[in-house]
């Protein structure tokens, strides 16, 4: 089994629709991260979190939320999706006795129309 | 703040020929450097990293890196490509005790191995 699975895989939504994308896993890592990736432009940083109680604003968190619902589930939500958010989304965990060595999901793909 | 620049966003190259990805970083505190790879619909898999030590880093399937840190660059190498070696890579730093602990990426370089 995966340790960092995310769902739903695939995703197609309507501006102005809420969803949620969700991110588990079992590596038993405090710290876990959302990333979004657009073509040639790499990954950049949403929101991360280094326990249940700590919640952080990344690069890019504006029309974005979070929630940690325990050590091994980070949740991102689009309150009013829009059309510049299609993009593919990562969830990450990392340990910070590994040096910050991040493990990623398998990504969720969001189409915004 | 820190910053890293990969300078091909496309590497075509024949198969078993070698291959060298580059990256520069900038940064006013010293980091870790990672390279991660990212194969067709998959997410991002660690490839290599460079924490401290012998500036050779020698990583999966092949590939190692070496830091310079005057020249702040950490180009990644292979000296024989397959075609599975098709695949989008990232370059990505991390500051030493930074509060946020999060990697900084480069926008990535296309390597495709043609036959």
């Known amino acids: 089994d995966a340790d960092v699975t995310q769902t739903p895989r695939n995703r197609i939504t309507k501006t102005g629709k809420r969803i949620m994308l969700e991110c588990s896993q079992t590596k038993g890592h405090d710290r876990m991260y959302w990333y979004r990736q657009d073509p040639g432009l790499g990954l950049r940083l949403i929101y991360y979190s280094f326990d249940v109680k700590d919640i952080n604003k990344g690069e890019i968190s504006d029309g974005y939320s979070v929630s940690r619902q325990a050590q091994a589930k980070f949740s991102l939500s689009l309150e009013s999706a829009i059309p510049n958010q299609t993009a593919l989304y990562f969830c990450a965990t990392s340990d910070p006795h590994s040096q910050e060595t991040q493990y990623f999901g398998p990504g969720t793909r969001l189409l915004v129309l | 703040a820190q910053s890293v620049t990969q300078l091909d966003s496309q590497v075509p190259v024949f198969e078993e020929a070698p291959v060298e990805l580059r990256c520069n970083y900038s940064s006013s505190v010293s980091v870790y450097l990672f390279w991660y790879v990212q194969y067709p619909n998959q997410g991002l898999q660690l490839l290599l990293k460079y924490l401290s030590g012998s500036t050779l880093v020698k990583g999966i399937n092949g590939f190692e890196a070496e830091f310079n840190k005057s020249q702040t660059s950490f180009h990644l190498r292979k000296p024989s490509v397959h075609i599975s070696d098709t695949a989008e890579y990232f370059c990505?730093?991390?500051?030493?005790?930074?509060?946020?602990?999060?990697?900084?990426f480069g926008k990535g370089t296309k390597l495709s191995v043609k036959p």
């Open positions: 990505a730093v991390s500051p030493w005790g930074g509060s946020q602990g999060n990697l900084i």
